[in-house]
Nanobody, 118 residues
């Protein structure tokens, strides 16, 4: 099994920055894509960004130019640098990984709260 542990959420004023981290542990043979979803109150979970093991990235239009995803393949860790945060970025952020551990499947972190005040 694979466990994902997130850190780095918190409260920040609009225009500020936060950096999220997510580390995968357990019986991890290979990880393909890692990324972040978010879910705001009374809204559906949405994809924020993702990155493949080769470094190809994908971003939601709402965060392009403000958020940057990166990963350390040797440490099975993905990072999300969030700059110029807006109140609309307030949500619970979930890390995910498409990983092989006795078969390929998606794994999810427990979520970390990001709150941006106006």
């Amino acid at each position: 099994q694979v466990q994902l542990v997130e850190s780095g959420g918190g409260l920040v004023q609009a225009g500020g920055s936060l950096r999220l981290s997510c580390a995968a542990s357990g019986t991890v043979f290979r990880i393909n894509t890692m990324g972040w979803f978010r879910q705001a109150p009374e809204k559906q979970r949405e994809l924020v960004t993702s990155i493949t093991s080769a470094g190809s990235t994908n971003y939601a239009d709402s965060v392009k130019g403000r958020f940057t995803i990166s990963r350390d393949n040797a440490k099975n860790t993905v990072f999300l640098q969030m700059n110029t945060l807006k109140p609309g970025d307030t949500a619970v952020y979930y890390c995910y990984a498409y990983a092989e551990s006795g078969g390929w499947r998606n794994y999810w972190g427990q979520g970390t709260q990001v709150t941006v005040s106006a």
